[in-house]
């Protein structure tokens, strides 16, 4: 079945960094969904490949090839802290996530 | 805006007991998921639902008994509890083959 990996596993920004999160699948997908989840909360749809929807973070995705798809988060806020996940749709298998640590 | 709730939030049962969890969603989606998430893993596919009666295997299942009793419900049920199965179990809905919506989750113990 599908792999996804993810990189980071994570990372540490200082306030107003950016950073691009890095997701890749084992078998090609042309769908790609980013998740955010704050420690204890629940997963928040970032944004979904085709028909993108911003939820007014200043982040964007984009897929390479299928096989690979990136997130980057500008401009970060400690409120960004949390862990990213994404998922392609060929199997329905998450990534194991990125840990996200901002800093003021 | 629809809202997908599952029932209990926090579930603590002693080892070797049948633990059953409860999904509704208010979408209209025929597909329904069930998901573990452990900690500092990502998420791992238990089960999911096409339509109503519908049951799919997902990467974890064994262990596991799921049940599409319509199409706003989908129940999953521990089926003999582990020290292992601490964990919380995630709740989705979406359309087929498109963005999923997530419930809070179930926190699982077992003593």
């Known amino acids: 079945g599908q792999q996804v990996q993810q990189s980071p596993a994570s990372l540490v920004l200082q306030e107003g960094e950016n950073a691009e999160l890095q997701c890749s699948f084992s078998?090609?997908?042309?769908?790609v969904q980013w998740f955010y989840q704050r420690p204890g909360g629940r997963l928040i749809g970032l944004s979904y490949i085709p028909g993108m929807k911003p939820t007014g973070k200043q982040t964007s995705s984009t897929v390479t090839k299928g096989r690979h798809s990136s997130l980057t988060i500008s401009s970060s806020q400690t409120t960004d802290s949390g862990t990213y996940f994404c998922?392609?749709?060929?199997?329905?298998?998450f990534g194991q996530g990125t840990v996200l640590s901002v800093i003021p | 805006g629809g809202i997908i709730t599952q029932t209990p939030k926090f579930l603590i049962g002693q080892e070797g007991q049948k633990l059953t969890l409860k999904c509704q969603q208010n979408f209209n989606h025929d597909t329904m998921y069930w998901y573990r998430q452990d900690s500092g893993k990502g998420l791992r596919l238990i089960y999911y639902?096409?339509?109503?009666?519908?049951?799919q295997k997902g990467d974890l299942s064994e262990g596991y008994d799921a049940s599409r009793e319509k199409k706003s419900s989908f129940s999953l049920t521990v089926t003999s509890a582990q020290k292992n199965e601490m964990a919380v179990f995630l709740c989705?809905?979406?359309?087929?083959?498109?963005?999923?919506?997530f419930g809070p989750g179930t926190r699982l113990t077992v003593l």
């Open positions: 989705a809905s979406s359309i087929l083959g498109a963005e999923q919506y």
């Open positions: 639902s096409i339509t109503e009666n519908d049951l």
């Open positions: 998922r392609g749709n060929n199997k329905l298998t």
């Open positions: 078998i090609s997908t042309n769908q």
